[in-house]
Structures are given as C-alpha cells and as structure tokens.
C-alpha cells in the first residue's frame, strides 16, 4: 500500500546521487544500442594467452577509445534468472530476485522500465536475440517493459551452421541484425543479446583459429575461444554501425551479463590468474563484468568507481538528459559526483572502494587480506540488507502499481504484441 511506498520514496531520496552537469544531457536524443554480452568477465580485458595473443583485441582496444568510458570495477549482480537478472537490473534499476527468476515469476507487474520511460520521449524500442522468444518468458515480461519489437529466432536464419547450444551464433546475429536495426524509426533505443559465448563454451570447428587455453579443465580452456570469437562478432557489429552512420549518433552500452566461469573451476581459474588460490576476496572480485558506455562527442576514459548493474540506468538517463530523481529505483550514477562507489551482491555480500564483506567476514579490497576489525564493513552492510528489502518489497508487492513518477507516461502492457515475421 501507500505507506510501504512511502518508505521507499524517502530512501531513494535520501540516497540520489545528483547528475554530473559536465554530463548531463550529453546524449541528448541519440539513439541507444545495449549488447548483453554473454558470460564475459572482466578478467578477459587485456588478459594475454601465454604466447601473448590477446583474447579481446577490439574490447581492449574500445578501454583506449576517446569517446568511451571503460568502467573496470563493475559488477554483475544477477542471482539464479542470469541473463534475464541482467536485464531486470539495468532496464528497471531494481534488483532480481533471491530465489529464481523475476522474469518468469513477476512478469505481470508493473514496471517503469527504460523502453517506456523513453517511449515518453519519443523513442521507439526493439530487442534482437537469436533464441526462441517464450525462453526466459522475455515475451511476456517485455510488453510490461513496454518494447514495441522483439526481434526473436523467428526473424533469423537459424540453420544448422548457423547455430549452437541456446540459438544463433553472434557473427550472423549481428549481421542479419542490421537491416532490421537501420530500419527502426529513430531516435530508438534498442538491446542486443549475444548468445554464443555460453557455458560450456565449445566452438563448432571452422569458427574460430584462436588457440584454447591449457588450464587443464576443458570449460576454461574453451572459454578463450568463444570470448574471443564474440569480440570478432562486436568489431564487426561497430564497423557495421559505422558504416552505416548510425555510430555518430548513438549510444553504445557494452556489458557482460555475469560470470561464464563459475567457482567450480577454481584450480584452472589460479593459474589463468597466476596465484595460488582463489580466496573469498578474490572470487568477488572475479564478479567483474566489462562495462563500456561509447558517447560521441564525449571524452571518455578508463573508469575506477566501483558500481553494478543497477547503477547503469541512471548514468544513461542522465546522459540522455532525463533527470532520475522521481523515480523508484535503486542505482546510483556512475559519472555522478555523489556515485557511492559501492555494489552489492543478490546474497548480501558486497564490494566497495575499500572493503568486500563475503559471508560476514570482512576484507581489505587493496590488500585482499582479512581485517582485524570487521566493524570497517558495517556501515555498507546496513544500506545493503535496507536496499534489497526495499527492492523486494516493490517486486513482490507490485509497489509500482501505486506510484507515477513526474513526466513519465505509463505504458499499456497490452499495446504490444511479439507476432513473428509472418503475422
Ligand atoms: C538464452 C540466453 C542465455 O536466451 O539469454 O541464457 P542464460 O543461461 O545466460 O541466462
Ligand atoms: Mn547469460
């Protein structure tokens, strides 16, 4: 009811941190392109293989680029719904759920998502995936998001070479991708789901000369190959943008979704990081996914605060000139000068500048050693438990039902339909 609102309102009030005005509608009406790209971990940037080829050449390369930001203490902060947690959390600013999947459990409430904050604006929105459109109920979840098109499996040529594991490989996603993408009413706002570089990473043969790693664990090895292969895919996703104009007048959000390599592989994970174990401190910050936010005409530059996947819709609106202060919502602008410079995890641990708390145990961020004195994690912890509460009660309660921020226009969730190419 209105009271529990209330109590969240107050909060978010309390915690806003106000935009940059060095940035502040720097992005103006531009276009807007987010790549979900799948399983990517930050320790992929710049990681040379042992004969000293680099597995992300072009990403490397964008950490250099002069209208780019490269934030490199980002975190995922997704929980059992993976790519979809990913989603929630930069569309909705809200976190996911503890237990499964927000996508396929909450998928009737009501949102206030960035494809109907922009709708507002004058934006038209499209998804493009090469999967099915049912898997992770993104169908239904995404009328609520208020996306006028879902570019799904069906609009792709999903032949036998073509694909592996969940759907379409990445190099003719984005190529396939891009008649329908120059053929959007613009300005649009627009998300790409990449999908080959998924658990357990194996290539097709023909697909990639790139050499496996010799890690000994078969998962890790592969992952080089297909990290590498999706870095070829995004070089030609940007040179395909450029050539089509577009590029000088769009955002481009980069990010990895979440880990690809999980703490089961942890022996092959120390020596691909070259130290003897991975310890608690070490493991959370292997959570870093790369985030890149290309701004053109803006001088960008590697990035050191430290924020999650929450923080991302409010450093976006804000560059796009729309003011997050009225809205319900949990992140905190990373160009902002009041950016807190923490990220929480789903289960409550959490990294900041200085500290990372894993199961109530407290760590220096520097020096990755156990503090004598844990109370330097307290502070952080409280907001953390305060803020998931607060999100969950909106989630489970359906709080957004009972509150319109200032100058949005709610959607209809039954505007929209996913018919197919063929409807
Ligand atoms: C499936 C894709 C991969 O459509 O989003 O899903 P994941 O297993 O990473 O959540
Ligand atoms: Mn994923």
Redesign the pocket.
């Known amino acids: 009811d209105s009271s529990d609102i209330t109590d969240v309102e107050n909060y978010r009030k309390a915690n806003y941190a106000a935009p940059n005005p060095k940035y502040f509608g720097k992005a103006k009406g531009m276009n807007v392109i987010y790549v979900s790209m ?2 990517l971990q930050s320790f992929m940037i710049d990681y040379k293989m042992p004969d000293g080829k680099e597995v992300t050449p072009f990403l490397n390369s964008l950490t250099h680029d002069k209208n780019t930001f490269y934030f490199k203490n980002f975190y995922h902060q997704t929980g059992q ?4 947690d990913a989603e929630f959390l930069m569309e909705n600013s809200l976190y996911p759920m503890a237990q499964g999947a927000v996508f396929v459990n909450k998928a009737q409430n009501t949102y206030q998502a960035m494809p109907a904050i922009l709708k507002g604006q004058g934006y038209t929105s499209a998804v493009f ?1 090469g ?1 099915y459109k049912t ?2 109920n993104r169908n239904v979840i995404y009328k609520a998001f208020g996306y006028d098109q879902f570019f799904d499996a069906e609009y792709y040529n999903m032949t036998e070479e073509n694909t592996k594991n ?2 379409l490989k990445d190099k003719p996603f984005f190529t396939e991708s891009m008649p329908m993408l120059t053929g959007l009413k613009q300005p649009f706002y627009t998300k790409f ?1 990449t ?1 080959s570089n ?1 658990f357990p990473f194996a290539m097709d043969p023909g697909d990639t000369e790139f050499p496996a790693g010799d890690y000994g664990d078969t998962v890790v090895n592969q992952y080089f190959q297909s990290a590498h292969y999706m870095d070829q895919a995004l070089e030609q996703f940007f040179n395909d943008l450029k050539a089509s104009g577009l590029y000088d007048n769009t955002v481009v959000v980069l990010y990895g ?2 880990y690809g390599i999980s703490e089961n592989h942890n022996d092959a994970m120390a020596k691909v990081l070259g130290v003897d174990e991975i310890t608690p401190p070490i493991s959370a910050k292997l959570q870093r996914v790369p985030l890149f936010i290309h701004v053109p005409g803006v001088k960008g530059g590697i990035q050191s605060q430290v924020g999650g996947e929450v923080d991302v819709r409010p450093t976006v609106l804000h560059l796009l000139g729309i003011d997050t202060k009225d809205y319900l919502e949990f992140g905190s602008d990373l160009l902002s000068k009041q950016h807190r410079n923490w990220a929480l995890f789903r289960n409550g641990d959490y990294v900041s500048g200085d500290v990372i708390q894993v199961k109530d145990k407290c760590y220096s961020s520097e020096s990755e050693e156990l503090m004598e004195d844990s109370a330097a994690c307290s502070d952080i912890a409280d907001s953390v438990n305060t803020e998931l509460q607060m999100s969950d009660e909106i989630v489970y309660k359906d709080l957004l039902r009972f509150y319109q921020p200032e100058g949005y226009t709610p959607i209809n969730p039954n505007d929209f339909d996913y018919l197919g190419p063929n409807a």
Request: aromatic share 18%; glycine share 12%; charged share 20%.
């Open positions: 799948e399983s719904g993976k790519t979809s995936h999967n898997f992770w969940y759907g789901i999908l998924h979704d979440h």
